[in-house]
């Protein structure tokens, strides 16, 4: 685990945050001492808005009023920003593109690749004047088109592009971006997504992957604060990082 990167509390941003993934780099970086404003769309993380050293807000990739409370309870904010986590992003249902509504490319698109323009939106001001690191969580996919996953493979993709051009935008400021694309995580959403896909018995669809087991979330969430945080870490932007076995 990274340390805060100062003697004072750090502030981070985690869209995305009620999600497997953003809850596991929530909770690596409450635990280390950072300050967090967290994100949830469907999933409140309870009556109040507050959470020990965590501001919750609401975060809808369709609406323009959630970036600016976004935007806003950043700005309150104090501390450096050291760090952004783009981690939001919804599946596609596994059919052929000729089978796929037109609106299922357009709201898997706004999930995850839109939201990282309005997370960007929301945080570029505080971004370029802290100097901040940005680290999108993308996916395999973005890279390794397969069948029956044409909207998320092309929303990935999408985000793989976004994440190198804001890097070029935002050198001049000091702001570095990345992008993580890791290959299967164990999760709610991955066993959601294997019976879209009509996998049945998900340990020996398991042990079909490199390794004979998928990544875990404590893995890809190490990975993540590593890669956005660390000082050795500090020379790398516009960068895409598969995170996977190689058979």
Known sequence: MTPPPSTSAPLAVITGASGALGAAIHNRLSEAGWQVVATYNTRAPGPARQDGDSTWVHFDAADDASTEALRQAVD???GRLHAVFACVGAPSTKRPVAQTPIGEFQSVHEANALSFVRTWHAVAHRARSDGASVLAVGSDAGQAARANNGPYTAAKAALEALVVTVAKEEEQHGVRVNLLAPSLIDSPLAHHVMAL???????????????????????????????????????????????????
């Open 197 to 247: 896909k009509g996998v049945t018995d998900p340990d020996s669809y398991f042990a079909q992957l490199p390794w004979g087991r998928p990544l875990t979330l404590d893995e890809v969430a190490g990975a993540c604060i590593e890669l956005a945080t660390a000082a050795h870490w500090s020379y790398t932007t516009g960068q895409i990082y598969p995170l996977e076995a190689v058979r």
């Open 76 to 78: 309150t904010q104090s």
